[in-house]
């Protein structure tokens, strides 16, 4: 009865432990590459240039490449809070307590036969205004080419 369900399980479990894996060990292939690249890049620096040069411009060089990371970092970061601000902004109009006790209001005020057609057309506008709070596809491209 169950087999088939977790068989798939099993099945996306393996290779998601799978993909884990090798990335782990590609990750650890590349920063013994980059950690043996910089050894070669100082030895052939510090043989041409001095010692003193060769530390400089090996320490100027990580220093860049941490800035760099930061600022990107700095980006994404600031998109995510972006874009959350913006869906908590758009949530919050449908929890104000004013809106709904003004809703409530009215339904009294206009009774059972006039409500029906009141909510299926409240219905529809909210489903309309909760299919916006997800980022339109142009406000992901644009946050992408920002950063």
């Known amino acids: 009865m169950f087999g088939g369900l977790f068989g798939d399980v099993k099945e996306r479990l393996g290779a998601t432990l799978r993909t884990i894996a090798w990335g782990t ?3 650890v292939a590349a920063v013994a590459a980059l950690f043996f690249f910089a050894i070669a890049a100082y030895v ?6 001095g010692t003193v040069a060769a530390s400089l411009v090996m320490a100027g060089f990580f220093l ?3 800035i760099i ?3 990107v970092v700095a980006g994404i970061s600031s998109g995510l809070r972006r874009r959350r601000r913006r869906q908590a902004d758009r949530a919050s ?4 307590p004013m809106l709904l006790a003004t809703g ?3 339904a009294r005020g206009l009774g059972a ?7 299926l057309l409240g219905s529809l506008a909210a489903g309309w205004l909760l299919s ?3 980022p339109a596809p142009d406000e992901d491209a644009e946050e992408d080419e920002e950063v």
Do not use: E
């Open 69 to 71: 990371a930061a600022a």
């Open 113 to 119: 036969k006039r409500l029906v057609p009141l909510v």
């Open 25 to 27: 060990i590609a990750a």
């Open 44 to 49: 052939w620096l510090a043989h041409n240039y």
């Open 132 to 134: 916006g709070l997800g």
């Open 93 to 96: 109009m449908i929890r104000d």
């Open 64 to 66: 860049l490449v941490a």
């Open 104 to 106: 409530l209001q009215l």
